[in-house]
């Protein structure tokens, strides 16, 4: 039974969760708070962590740099603050996903079991396969159906490597420019919008209406498959 850990200090908010979830066959455990989310993480740990950002102890993205201090769960954020800044805060700290309050219980349903996927995938599989292009981490080609070579430069394979070895998952541009260009490039967002157009100039059927290199506005990009 997969186990998620709810923390909320919305009792109604907790209580349709804890009602959706059991219901679907999900083991659930709750926190109100920061600090009993942290406690009881570490006595049943977690398959899936759902947070809210505005906790009553402390700030939720703390509790989310505690969790990956020790854990690698899938975490959802679901938090009322609709600020960028706040979304792209949680995802550097390394949530995989964020959602606005309201919501929707079939979308966060979805999201959940789409996170859950994505974290038991292998993460280092050798080959994935997007519409007709193959990519083949271990010899670093990218492939066509007909077989022939799509030529990447370095920076352009360490980008599409980062994503595919993440599919589905949510990168914020901060990420991004520290994996692929290192400390003290984080603000260096043009080389990213440059580099991302050039991927999907050589890899998208349409670049202009990409398929799977993904704009999140305000966030960052998403690889899909």
Avoid: C
Avoid at 87 to 100: P, W
């Amino acid at each position: 039974m997969t186990r998620v850990l709810v923390v909320d200090d919305e009792p109604q908010i907790v209580r349709a969760l804890q009602i959706n979830l059991k219901a679907r066959r999900y083991e659930v455990h709750t926190a109100a708070n920061g600090s009993s989310a942290l406690t009881i993480a570490a006595q049943h740990p977690p398959d899936l962590v759902i947070l809210d950002l505005g906790l009553p102890d402390f700030d939720g993205v703390d509790v989310i740099r505690g969790l990956r201090g020790w854990t690698e769960a899938p975490i959802l954020v679901l938090s009322g603050r609709t600020d960028s800044t706040d979304k792209v805060e949680a995802l550097d700290a390394g949530a995989d996903d964020y959602m606005t309050k309201p919501f929707g219980i079939d979308e966060l349903l979805a999201r959940l079991r789409a996170v859950l996927r994505r974290s038991s995938a292998t993460p280092d599989e050798p080959v994935i396969y997007f519409g007709s292009t193959k990519v083949d981490l271990a010899a670093k080609r990218v492939i066509l159906e007909s077989g022939a070579d799509i030529r990447l430069t370095p920076t352009e394979w360490h980008l599409l490597e980062v994503f595919v070895r993440h599919p589905g998952k949510l990168q914020s541009q901060h990420q991004l420019l520290t994996e692929v260009w290192g400390p003290g490039y984080e603000t260096a967002t043009g080389n990213l919008r440059f580099y991302m157009g050039q991927l999907r100039r050589k890899l998208e059927v349409d670049p202009a209406r990409p398929r799977h290199l993904l704009t999140e506005p305000g966030m960052g990009y998403r690889f899909e498959p």
